[in-house]
Every structure is written in C-alpha cells, then in structure tokens.
C-alpha cells in the first residue's frame, strides 16, 4: 500500500512507545497507593498486614511509567541518532525500516540521502504505538520535508515482497519483539539477510532478545557485533546489534 504524500497536515509526531504498559503501571501504582491511604492495615483473621511497605512497589512501577513516557518524549530521538550514526552515509543508499511505525527511522534515515530511497514497512499494531498508521509516517515525511525521499508500504517483517538484495541498510528499532515465537523472530532475522544487499548492514534495536537475533544472525553466516543497552536513552534499556552481510 503506497500513498499520495500530499493534501497531509504538517505537525510532527513519533508517537508514545506501548501505551498501554504505560498506562497499566501508572494505574497499577495509583491502586496501591490509594489502598495504602485507605487500608493502612489490613486484617485477616488474627494476622494484621501492614500495607505501607507497598509504597515502594507504587514507586516503582509510577518510575518505570515516567522513564517509558521519557523514551517517547525525549530519549527514543537520541538513540535513533546512535543507531543512525552507526552508518558511513554516502546519501544514495536504499534503505529500510523495518516496524517503522509514524517512521522515526525511515525519516531519520531519508535526511541523511540525496539521490537514495528510505523505506518503511509495517503492519501497524495499534497497541505498539498511539496513532499507528502509514497516514502518520506519510504526514511525519511531509512535515519533515522528506516526503519525496521516501516510501511507506504495509508488509510484514516475516514476509517481505522485496527482491533479494535490495537494501543498504536496514534499520528495525523495538519491533521484533513484537513477533512472539522464536520461529517467527528467526524467520525475520533471515529475511533481513535476505533483503540485504552484500556489504550491506543491519541495525536491530531492541529491550529483549538480542543474544537470541545475534545466534539467529550468526547462524546464517551474518557477522554480528551487539553494543551495550543505553540505560540514559532508552527504557526499557535497548541494545544495538550491528549486523553485516
Ligand atoms: C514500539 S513500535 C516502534 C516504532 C518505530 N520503530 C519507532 O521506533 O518509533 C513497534 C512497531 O513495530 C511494528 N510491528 C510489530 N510487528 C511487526 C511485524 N511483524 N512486521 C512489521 N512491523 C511490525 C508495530 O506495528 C509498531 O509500529
């Protein structure tokens, strides 16, 4: 599915990471603090339960709600700099964003091209990011004055209608572990391969699984290197596994 990139509006927005984990936490955390002001004590039969102690657990989860909320406000455009800047551009790369969502990516990528193309796909699962849809990539494009450089198609990271060979380089940030079987995530990583063109690399970002993409590389003769997780950028915290074909 491609779209016309024009008669779109021109307000730029990357959307909130997993909102409804967010959300969950704050609600979970504001539970337990109204039953700690309500039941301070909490009797079952002779056996008082003091519930003050959960005071932490309410901390917790509000932090983890406030850290997710900084990587979609503030950190995630750090990290897909890191992640970017991992790429010798000569501007006329074919690349692609695998997940690319309102297109962070695919967009960071298409300002870094003269003549190249940036690609996005995506299958747009609305609980991964709030207003997750190609008219939200399409609209970033426009605002961001790139939307000539690029191109926004719904495919599936598992099975994608690219000729082998296509690409440059291939960005994918918190998707695959979107994917929740093992084989499913395998299936991706070869595809990846596949997609990539010799000499070609891969840039996978995500909170879990990277020692698993990085066998799953390996094992299909890709070589792998896989940088620390950024604990000041991302949360939960993701690591980087530059893949090279
Ligand atoms: C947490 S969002 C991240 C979006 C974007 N990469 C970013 O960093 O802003 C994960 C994205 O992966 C997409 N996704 C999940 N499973 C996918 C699959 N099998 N193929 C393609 N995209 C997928 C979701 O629809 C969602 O847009």
């Known amino acids: 599915m491609t779209q016309s990139n024009t008669q779109l509006n021109t307000k730029i927005n990357y959307g909130v990471d997993a909102p409804g984990v967010i959300r969950n936490l704050f609600i979970a955390a504001i539970t337990l603090i109204v039953l700690i002001l309500i039941f301070p004590v909490i009797k079952i039969g002779s056996v008082n339960i003091d519930t003050t102690g959960f005071i932490w657990s309410a901390g917790g989860m509000a932090l983890g709600g406030f850290l997710m909320l900084g990587y979609s406000l503030s950190g995630k455009y750090k990290h897909r700099d890191r992640m970017l800047n991992l790429i010798n551009w000569t501007g006329d790369e074919q690349v692609l964003d ?3 969502g309102k297109g962070l990516l695919m967009i960071g990528a298409a300002k870094r091209l003269t003549t190249g193309k940036s690609t996005g796909i995506d299958i747009w699962n609305a609980e991964d990011l709030t207003g997750n849809n190609v008219e939200a990539a399409l609209k970033n494009s426009v605002a961001e004055g790139v939307a000539d450089k690029v191109e926004v198609l719904n495919e599936n990271a598992m099975n ?12 994918t940030n918190m998707c695959l572990h979107n994917i929740y079987d093992k084989e499913g995530r395998k299936t991706a990583c070869a595809e990846i391969k596949r997609v990539l063109k010799p000499g070609g690399t891969a840039v996978i970002a995500d909170f879990r699984n990277m020692k698993e993409y990085k066998a799953s590389f390996e094992e299909i003769g890709m070589q792998t290197t896989l940088l620390p997780a950024n604990y000041l950028t991302t949360f939960p915290a993701a690591g980087i596994l530059i893949v090279k074909k």
């Open 98 to 100: 695998i997940g690319t």
């Open 160 to 171: 994608m209608s690219f000729a082998d060979d296509t690409f440059d380089a291939i960005f």
